[in-house]
């Protein structure tokens, strides 16, 4: 049960292209933005659709993927663990940041031809 106190999973939209840098190190990450959406009845009987937006980031071989076969609109699923952190901008006001790091990508719905080559 310790693997499981930390853990997300994810099916969503990509927002953009994943933002791609390489360390010094020669290690890749990537760092993209995913939608997921739910549709529900109010109260008043309407159907509302809630999209919830989550920071992305991966590393290594998983960042390596995203680079080549990722792009905005594409569905994934991801499995990953939250992490939070901060940091203090520019103008001096400290921003909070939760994001989801993932250690499984898998790329569904429609238009996987790319890995077909």
Do not use: C
């Amino acid at each position: 049960m310790y693997a499981l106190k930390n853990k997300v999973q994810l099916i969503g939209n990509l927002g953009n292209a994943p933002e791609i840098r390489t360390m010094d190190s020669g290690k890749k990450m990537a760092r993209f933005s995913i939608a997921t959406s739910e549709t529900y009845k109010n109260a008043k009987g309407e159907r509302v659709k809630e999209t919830q937006w989550h920071n992305i980031v991966a590393w290594g071989q998983v960042a390596e993927i995203a680079d080549k076969y990722l792009d905005k609109g594409k569905e994934v699923a991801i499995e990953g663990k939250l992490v939070n952190r901060n940091y203090t901008d520019k103008a001096g006001i400290k921003k909070y940041i939760t994001e989801v790091h993932v250690n499984e990508l898998l790329m569904i719905g429609r238009n996987n031809s790319a890995l077909d080559d």
